[in-house]
C-alpha cells in the first residue's frame, strides 16, 4: 500500500531535550516536505527536500533541521524544542514538487512542557 | 511561495445548503491544488487546476480558476454531513518548484 509513515504519532517532551519525527514513503516520490498545522494558521511549510542531498527552508524553518540521506526518509529534528514548537506536525511526498499530489502522513502530535 | 487568502475561515450550514470557500492571491499563479482534511485526519488531495478559466466537477463539488489565474472556488452543492472537514487551497507559481504555501483553510460543519 502506498503510504507516507510518521513516528511518534503523540509525543509531550520538556523544553531543551533534542527529539527527531521520523518520516517514511515507500512511493520512490523525489519530494518530501514537513508542515505544522496551528489552528488559525493552516498548514505552513518547515522545511522542503526536491531529492536527496537536497533540502531548502520553508516560511517557518526557525528551530527545525532536516536531512535527506535516502529518498525514502525524511526526519524533522528539535535539537532544543520550545513549548512555541507545541503542534501538530505532517510529512507530506509528491512524484516532483508541486503541479503534483501531495501524500501525506498521519501527522505527529507534539507538545512540549 | 504564493501567499493567498482564504476565505471564510468557519462557515455553518444545513445539511442540503450548497457551501463555497474561495482562494484569491495579489500575484498570478502557475497552478492550484486543493485538499480536504477530515476531523483528526490528514490532508488529502482532491483536484489540480492549470488553466485559465478551467472548471472541474467531481459529483456535488465544483472547482473554478479564474480566467487571471489569481482567485480559485470550491462549490459543493446539497452538502452532506460527510462533507465536513478543512478545505484548504495551496497556490503554486513563480520559480520554486518546492516551497509551497497553503492557504489558511475553510472549516466546514454542516448540521444534520
Known amino acids: 500500500e502506498a503510504q507516507v509513515t510518521q513516528n511518534p504519532r503523540y509525543l509531550i517532551t520538556v523544553t531543551g531535550k533534542k527529539l527527531t519525527v521520523t518520516c517514511s514513503q515507500n512511493?520512490?516520490?523525489?519530494?518530501m516536505s514537513w508542515y505544522r498545522q496551528d489552528p488559525g494558521l493552516g498548514l505552513r511549510q518547515i522545511y522542503y527536500?526536491?531529492?536527496?542531498?537536497v533540502t531548502d527552508k520553508g516560511d517557518v524553518p526557525e528551530g527545525y533541521k532536516v536531512s535527506r540521506k535516502e529518498k525514502r526518509n525524511f526526519p524533522l529534528i528539535l535539537e532544543s524544542p520550545s513549548p512555541n514548537q507545541t503542534s501538530l506536525y505532517f510529512c507530506?511526498?509528491?512524484?516532483w514538487g508541486y503541479g503534483y499530489e501531495q501524500y501525506f502522513g498521519p501527522g505527529t502530535r507534539l507538545t512540549v512542557t | 511561495g504564493q501567499q493567498v487568502m482564504q476565505i471564510p475561515q468557519y462557515q455553518h450550514v444545513q445539511e442540503g445548503e450548497d457551501f463555497t470557500t474561495y482562494c484569491n492571491s495579489s500575484?498570478?499563479?502557475?497552478?492550484i491544488q486543493w485538499y480536504k482534511q477530515r476531523p483528526g485526519g490528514h490532508p488529502v488531495f482532491l483536484i489540480q487546476?492549470?488553466?485559465?478559466?478551467e472548471v472541474k466537477k467531481q459529483k456535488r463539488l465544483t472547482f473554478q480558476f479564474g480566467e487571471a489565474k489569481k482567485n480559485s472556488s470550491l462549490h459543493i452543492t446539497a452538502t452532506q454531513t460527510t462533507d465536513v472537514g478543512t478545505y484548504f487551497c495551496?497556490?503554486?507559481?513563480?520559480?520554486?518548484?518546492?516551497?509551497?504555501?497553503f492557504g489558511q483553510g475553510t472549516i466546514l460543519t454542516v448540521h444534520p
Open positions: 487546476l492549470v488553466k485559465s478559466g
Open positions: 527536500s526536491m531529492n536527496v542531498e
Open positions: 495551496a497556490p503554486a507559481g513563480g520559480t520554486s518548484y518546492g516551497k509551497l504555501t
Open positions: 500575484t498570478t499563479l502557475s497552478n
Open positions: 507530506a511526498s509528491s512524484l
Open positions: 512511493m520512490n516520490h523525489e519530494y
